[in-house]
């Protein structure tokens, strides 16, 4: 059963690599009603949900979405560290430009500004938009989607996307944008979930239910990743799955810790990968 106060669109064609022979790989768990069937391309191992929502349902949706009110102006010491590893990273510039694609409340735009980069952002929750300005004075942190907004070519020698792209209704163009706007030399870093594990493979066989996520449109297995990004040009830095600790005490985060120390991949669910824009950009 469809939420049927959004509309729909049945894909025709991977929207990666245009294959039209993409099955079923599972259903979403009981009581998800939106967008509950993925399907998976053999071409490309792209998954996605079909029907998707169409664009304006999804701006519906979208539109009260994550307004929980940012509770702290600091900057937290792993925040920290995240930026001065990037900053090093992308040789110390004085004259740096960062853009942060799903900025939240301006957390890292600040710290990277705090190194003397320029900064950008685009976020589509008002509340955090809304809180970056007063408190912490980001005039360039834009509420919009990603699809809204467009930069002039070469601005931006970091972006990061991170975890937005299991969201949208276009990811390759997304990706596309990112690629354009960066600066040759630039990096992209992105994060999303990691849709294949051994484990969940072997549920979604047992059970037909394939957990991609609610309100997650795309799923991007690590190979199909790095098949994207290379196709638009990108060359791959460093691309890898994890598994994070959980804090929380209960049998099943217990569960989870004993197995990422023995056997990580089965609960490795997220994946980064830092990708570069080639400096010269051989022409065939
Ligand atoms: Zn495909």
């Known amino acids: 059963m469809l939420e049927t106060r959004y509309r729909y669109q049945y894909f025709k064609r991977c929207p990666f690599c245009g294959g039209t022979d993409f099955r079923p790989k599972g259903r979403k768990g ?3 009603a939106f967008h509950p069937q993925v399907v998976a391309c053999p071409g490309c191992g792209l998954l996605f949900v079909n029907p998707i929502a169409d664009a304006e349902s999804m701006r519906e949706y979208y539109a009260g979405y994550g307004e929980t009110n940012p509770r702290s102006v600091e900057i937290s010491a792993s925040v920290r560290e995240y930026v001065a590893a990037a900053h090093e990273r992308m040789g110390e510039p004085t004259d740096g430009r960062f853009l942060d694609v799903g900025a939240a409340s301006g957390e890292i735009m600040e710290a990277f500004r705090d190194l003397g980069w320029a900064v950008d952002g685009v976020e589509l929750s008002g509340a955090f938009v809304d809180f970056a300005r007063r408190e912490r004075g980001l005039e360039t942190l ?3 989607a990603i699809g809204e907004v467009d930069y002039p070519d070469a601005s931006f020698d970091y972006v990061r996307f991170w975890h937005v792209i299991e969201h949208l209704r276009e990811p390759v163009k997304a990706l596309e944008n990112i690629y354009r706007w960066l600066k040759p030399g630039g990096v ?3 994060g999303m ?3 294949v594990t051994p484990l969940g493979e072997v549920i979604t066989l047992v ?3 394939f957990g991609l ?3 997650h449109t795309f799923g991007f297995p690590k190979a199909t990743t790095a098949r994207i990004l290379t196709s638009l040009g990108f ?3 460093e691309h890898r799955i994890y598994a994070n600790r959980r804090w929380k005490k209960g049998p099943k985060d217990r569960l989870h810790n004993a197995l990422r120390r023995i ?3 089965s609960v490795a669910y997220w994946q980064s990968a830092y990708a570069r824009k080639p400096t010269s950009v051989e022409r065939s």
Do not use: I, K
């Open 30 to 32: 009981t009581g998800v």
């Open 142 to 144: 834009q509420q919009a």
């Open 188 to 190: 992209l870093h992105m």
């Open 193 to 195: 979930p990691n849709p």
């Open 207 to 209: 059970t037909g239910r």
């Open 213 to 215: 996520g609610q309100d």
């Open 235 to 237: 060359e791959l830095e």
């Open 263 to 265: 056997w990580p991949s």
